[in-house]
């Protein structure tokens, strides 16, 4: 049998690892709050390090190209005014031909409807845009898909 000594011996020793456990699970609490920070510190350097390739890509782009338009996403597109199209769209979402017939005009010094629309029946067919067709008029913009590889080309997606 346990004398009275080891009795209160084994009650100390309890006592403090139930303090050790305490003080190890405020150590736990201190440490996760500790390290929120530095999380997030490292969260937003991989954003930073994203958009300093975007840039950096922005100005590889324009070292290889001359330019930084986004019709370089279509290389396909051989003619300057489907490709000036592109720009305006992209510059202006939601034109009808009318209004990208006189953009193109202010650009280029000439533009008929029946140019901007059949060129834009391409675009429409090659998926580069859009049709919104709303009860009064049509509209014409980029498709997101295209806008969305346009971000990626950028690095800003």
């Given amino acids: 049998m346990a004398s009275k000594d080891e009795?209160?011996?084994d009650a100390d020793i309890r006592e403090e690892l139930r303090?050790?456990?305490e003080k190890m699970a405020s150590l736990e609490n201190t440490m996760g709050d500790i390290s929120k920070p530095y999380g997030e510190f490292a969260e937003h350097m991989g954003r930073l390090r994203?958009?300093?390739e975007g840039y950096f890509r922005i100005i590889d782009l324009y070292r290889r190209h001359g330019h930084i338009s986004p019709d370089l996403l279509l290389p396909e597109l051989k003619d300057s005014?489907?490709?000036e199209i592109i720009n305006i769209l992209f510059e202006k979402p939601e034109l009808n031909i009318s209004q990208i017939a006189d953009l193109l005009k202010e650009r280029r010094g000439s533009a008929s409807r029946k140019t901007v629309r059949e060129k834009l029946?391409?675009?429409v067919d090659v998926g580069a845009v859009e049709v919104l067709d709303d009860k009064k008029t049509k509209r014409y913009a980029i498709t997101q898909e295209l806008a969305d590889r346009w971000l990626k080309i950028l690095g800003l997606s």
């Fill in 81 to 83: 005014i489907s490709k």
């Fill in 7 to 9: 009795k209160k011996e």
């Fill in 50 to 52: 994203n958009i300093t």
């Fill in 121 to 123: 029946a391409f675009l």
């Fill in 19 to 21: 303090d050790i456990s």
